[in-house]
Protein backbone atom coordinates (compact mmCIF):
# COMPACT_ATOMS: atom_id res chain seq x y z
CA UNK A 1 0.00 0.00 0.00
CA UNK A 2 1.56 3.58 -0.76
CA UNK A 3 0.05 6.72 0.55
CA UNK A 4 1.16 10.04 -0.72
CA UNK A 5 -0.26 13.27 0.55
CA UNK A 6 0.76 16.54 0.33
CA UNK A 7 0.24 19.47 2.77
CA UNK A 8 2.88 22.00 3.84
CA UNK A 9 5.15 20.91 1.45
CA UNK A 10 5.18 17.47 3.48
CA UNK A 11 4.54 13.99 2.46
CA UNK A 12 4.01 10.50 3.63
CA UNK A 13 4.68 7.04 2.18
CA UNK A 14 4.09 3.77 3.62
CA UNK A 15 3.92 0.26 3.43
CA UNK A 16 2.86 -3.22 4.77
CA UNK A 17 5.33 -5.98 5.54
CA UNK A 18 4.06 -9.65 5.91
CA UNK A 19 6.66 -12.23 7.60
CA UNK A 20 5.89 -15.62 7.62
CA UNK A 21 7.60 -17.98 10.73
CA UNK A 22 7.32 -22.31 9.55
CA UNK A 23 8.25 -24.61 12.57
CA UNK A 24 8.67 -28.38 11.81
CA UNK A 25 7.03 -29.91 14.48
CA UNK A 26 6.38 -33.43 16.11
CA UNK A 27 2.36 -32.90 14.64
CA UNK A 28 4.09 -31.14 11.49
CA UNK A 29 4.84 -28.04 9.92
CA UNK A 30 3.24 -25.07 11.76
CA UNK A 31 2.73 -21.78 10.25
CA UNK A 32 1.88 -18.17 11.11
CA UNK A 33 1.75 -14.07 9.67
CA UNK A 34 1.61 -11.14 10.31
CA UNK A 35 1.06 -8.32 8.57
CA UNK A 36 2.60 -4.49 10.03
CA UNK A 37 1.97 -1.24 8.78
CA UNK A 38 5.12 1.01 8.72
CA UNK A 39 4.20 4.78 7.71
CA UNK A 40 7.22 7.56 6.66
CA UNK A 41 6.75 10.85 6.96
CA UNK A 42 9.01 13.72 6.40
CA UNK A 43 9.44 16.56 8.97
CA UNK A 44 10.46 19.70 9.19
CA UNK A 45 9.90 21.07 12.78
CA UNK A 46 11.65 21.32 14.99
CA UNK A 47 14.00 19.80 12.52
CA UNK A 48 13.82 18.64 8.66
CA UNK A 49 14.20 14.57 8.80
CA UNK A 50 12.20 11.42 8.84
CA UNK A 51 9.36 10.00 11.44
CA UNK A 52 8.39 6.51 11.65
CA UNK A 53 5.21 4.78 12.49
CA UNK A 54 4.15 1.45 13.05
CA UNK A 55 0.99 -0.23 13.36
CA UNK A 56 0.68 -3.96 13.82
CA UNK A 57 1.38 -6.56 16.27
CA UNK A 58 3.73 -9.37 16.72
CA UNK A 59 3.50 -12.37 15.01
CA UNK A 60 2.63 -15.52 17.31
CA UNK A 61 2.57 -19.12 16.36
CA UNK A 62 1.16 -21.60 18.69
CA UNK A 63 3.14 -24.86 18.08
CA UNK A 64 -0.06 -27.17 19.61
CA UNK A 65 0.53 -29.89 21.83
CA UNK A 66 0.41 -28.19 24.72
CA UNK A 67 3.50 -26.50 23.69
CA UNK A 68 4.98 -23.00 24.24
CA UNK A 69 4.44 -20.22 21.57
CA UNK A 70 6.99 -19.02 19.79
CA UNK A 71 7.19 -15.04 19.09
CA UNK A 72 8.50 -13.09 16.80
CA UNK A 73 8.34 -9.14 18.76
CA UNK A 74 7.93 -6.44 16.54
CA UNK A 75 11.42 -5.06 18.24
CA UNK A 76 14.84 -5.92 18.00
CA UNK A 77 16.61 -4.86 21.03
CA UNK A 78 17.67 -7.94 23.42
CA UNK A 79 21.09 -8.49 21.43
CA UNK A 80 22.02 -4.83 19.35
CA UNK A 81 22.88 -6.01 15.65
CA UNK A 82 23.03 -3.89 12.26
CA UNK A 83 22.28 -5.44 9.16
CA UNK A 84 24.53 -4.99 6.00
CA UNK A 85 25.60 -1.63 6.27
CA UNK A 86 24.49 0.65 9.00
CA UNK A 87 20.59 -0.17 8.47
CA UNK A 88 19.45 -2.07 11.93
CA UNK A 89 17.58 -5.12 10.88
CA UNK A 90 14.45 -3.99 13.16
CA UNK A 91 13.49 -0.99 14.57
CA UNK A 92 11.11 -0.05 17.67
CA UNK A 93 9.05 2.11 14.66
CA UNK A 94 10.57 1.82 11.36
CA UNK A 95 10.20 -2.14 11.06
CA UNK A 96 12.62 -4.31 9.26
CA UNK A 97 15.14 -3.03 7.29
CA UNK A 98 14.64 -2.88 3.47
CA UNK A 99 18.54 -4.37 3.03
CA UNK A 100 16.25 -7.67 4.23
CA UNK A 101 13.92 -7.52 0.64
CA UNK A 102 17.14 -7.37 -1.32
CA UNK A 103 16.81 -3.71 -1.80
CA UNK A 104 19.32 -1.43 -3.03
CA UNK A 105 19.30 2.31 -1.53
CA UNK A 106 19.22 5.24 -3.14
CA UNK A 107 19.44 7.70 -0.26
CA UNK A 108 15.86 9.10 -0.94
CA UNK A 109 13.89 7.41 1.93
CA UNK A 110 10.38 8.39 0.53
CA UNK A 111 11.17 6.68 -2.75
CA UNK A 112 12.92 4.12 -1.65
CA UNK A 113 10.14 3.09 1.11
CA UNK A 114 7.61 3.95 -2.11
CA UNK A 115 9.52 1.19 -4.16
CA UNK A 116 9.33 -1.52 -1.66
CA UNK A 117 5.63 -0.82 -1.76
CA UNK A 118 5.16 -2.15 -5.10
CA UNK A 119 7.68 -4.99 -4.50
CA UNK A 120 5.87 -8.43 -5.00
CA UNK A 121 7.60 -11.87 -4.23
CA UNK A 122 8.53 -13.21 -0.80
CA UNK A 123 12.26 -12.90 0.16
CA UNK A 124 13.68 -16.15 1.96
CA UNK A 125 15.31 -14.45 5.00
CA UNK A 126 17.27 -16.63 8.21
CA UNK A 127 16.89 -16.61 11.84
CA UNK A 128 19.70 -14.14 12.12
CA UNK A 129 17.51 -11.92 10.51
CA UNK A 130 14.71 -12.22 12.46
CA UNK A 131 13.36 -9.29 15.59
CA UNK A 132 13.50 -10.91 18.73
CA UNK A 133 11.58 -14.50 19.51
CA UNK A 134 10.47 -15.13 22.71
CA UNK A 135 8.21 -17.68 24.42
CA UNK A 136 6.30 -17.82 28.02
CA UNK A 137 7.13 -21.14 31.03
CA UNK A 138 3.31 -19.63 31.27
CA UNK A 139 1.58 -17.34 28.84
CA UNK A 140 -0.75 -16.52 31.53
CA UNK A 141 2.02 -14.63 33.57
CA UNK A 142 3.81 -12.16 31.91
CA UNK A 143 7.03 -12.44 34.50
CA UNK A 144 7.61 -15.59 32.81
CA UNK A 145 8.80 -14.38 29.23
CA UNK A 146 11.97 -16.12 27.84
CA UNK A 147 14.03 -15.53 25.35
CA UNK A 148 14.21 -18.35 22.15
CA UNK A 149 17.44 -18.64 21.03
CA UNK A 150 17.21 -18.43 17.38
CA UNK A 151 19.69 -20.77 16.66
CA UNK A 152 18.45 -23.68 18.93
CA UNK A 153 14.89 -23.46 19.20
CA UNK A 154 14.78 -26.91 20.55
CA UNK A 155 16.71 -25.64 23.87
CA UNK A 156 13.43 -23.42 24.83
CA UNK A 157 10.92 -25.05 22.98
CA UNK A 158 11.54 -28.90 23.12
CA UNK A 159 12.73 -31.81 21.24
CA UNK A 160 12.22 -31.82 17.37
CA UNK A 161 11.19 -28.39 16.80
CA UNK A 162 13.13 -26.51 14.06
CA UNK A 163 13.27 -24.03 11.58
CA UNK A 164 11.33 -25.15 8.18
CA UNK A 165 10.91 -21.09 6.50
CA UNK A 166 11.29 -17.64 6.97
CA UNK A 167 9.57 -15.02 4.56
CA UNK A 168 9.34 -11.50 4.22
CA UNK A 169 7.11 -9.98 1.67
CA UNK A 170 5.46 -6.34 0.58
CA UNK A 171 1.66 -6.71 0.76
CA UNK A 172 -1.36 -5.01 0.84
CA UNK A 173 -3.18 -7.43 3.07
CA UNK A 174 -4.95 -6.53 5.99
CA UNK A 175 -2.86 -5.36 9.51
CA UNK A 176 -3.46 -8.47 11.65
CA UNK A 177 -4.99 -8.33 14.81
CA UNK A 178 -5.83 -11.03 17.40
CA UNK A 179 -2.87 -11.13 19.83
CA UNK A 180 -4.74 -9.39 22.47
CA UNK A 181 -6.96 -12.04 22.71
CA UNK A 182 -4.21 -14.73 22.86
CA UNK A 183 -2.12 -12.84 25.41
CA UNK A 184 -5.07 -10.89 27.28
CA UNK A 185 -2.94 -9.67 30.36
CA UNK A 186 -1.14 -7.10 27.24
CA UNK A 187 -3.59 -4.44 27.89
CA UNK A 188 -2.37 -3.95 32.00
CA UNK A 189 1.09 -3.50 30.64
CA UNK A 190 0.63 -0.55 28.08
CA UNK A 191 2.67 1.82 30.69
CA UNK A 192 5.21 -0.12 32.37
CA UNK A 193 6.88 -3.62 31.70
CA UNK A 194 6.07 -7.21 32.15
CA UNK A 195 7.69 -7.46 35.57
CA UNK A 196 4.95 -5.12 36.73
CA UNK A 197 7.91 -2.12 37.33
CA UNK A 198 7.07 1.22 35.81
CA UNK A 199 10.39 1.93 34.58
CA UNK A 200 13.46 -0.25 33.08
CA UNK A 201 15.96 -0.60 35.72
CA UNK A 202 17.05 -4.04 36.77
CA UNK A 203 18.45 -5.70 34.11
CA UNK A 204 16.10 -8.63 33.64
CA UNK A 205 13.88 -9.74 30.36
CA UNK A 206 10.63 -9.25 31.82
CA UNK A 207 12.16 -5.37 32.50
CA UNK A 208 13.57 -5.18 29.38
CA UNK A 209 9.88 -6.03 27.37
CA UNK A 210 6.66 -4.02 27.42
CA UNK A 211 3.59 -4.86 25.46
CA UNK A 212 5.08 -1.95 23.02
CA UNK A 213 7.16 -4.91 21.64
CA UNK A 214 3.96 -7.03 21.01
CA UNK A 215 1.73 -4.48 20.12
CA UNK A 216 1.41 -0.77 18.47
CA UNK A 217 -2.21 -1.45 16.82
CA UNK A 218 -3.65 1.08 19.16
CA UNK A 219 -6.04 -1.61 20.43
CA UNK A 220 -3.80 -2.10 23.97
CA UNK A 221 -4.64 2.04 24.72
CA UNK A 222 -8.13 1.81 24.02
CA UNK A 223 -8.88 -0.95 26.13
CA UNK A 224 -6.97 0.74 29.30
Known amino acids: MVVVLAGCGERTE ?5 LTVAVNTPDGVKRASSVVEVLFGEISIPGRGILHKLRGEALYLDLGSGAKPL ?7 LHVQHGRGR ?19 SGDTMADVSR ?9 ITPADLPD ?11 TVIEVDRSDLQA ?13 ESTDEPITAGIVRKLPWLSA ?3 GMLDGSRYHDRGTLAN ?11 DLKESK
Open 14 to 18: SYRYK
Open 71 to 77: IALLTRQ
Open 189 to 191: YYV
Open 116 to 124: LARMRGLHR
Open 87 to 105: EPLWSRDGGPGPKLYGLAL
Open 208 to 218: TLSAADFDHSG
Open 156 to 168: TLGPDISWNEITL
Open 133 to 143: LVTFADVNDPK
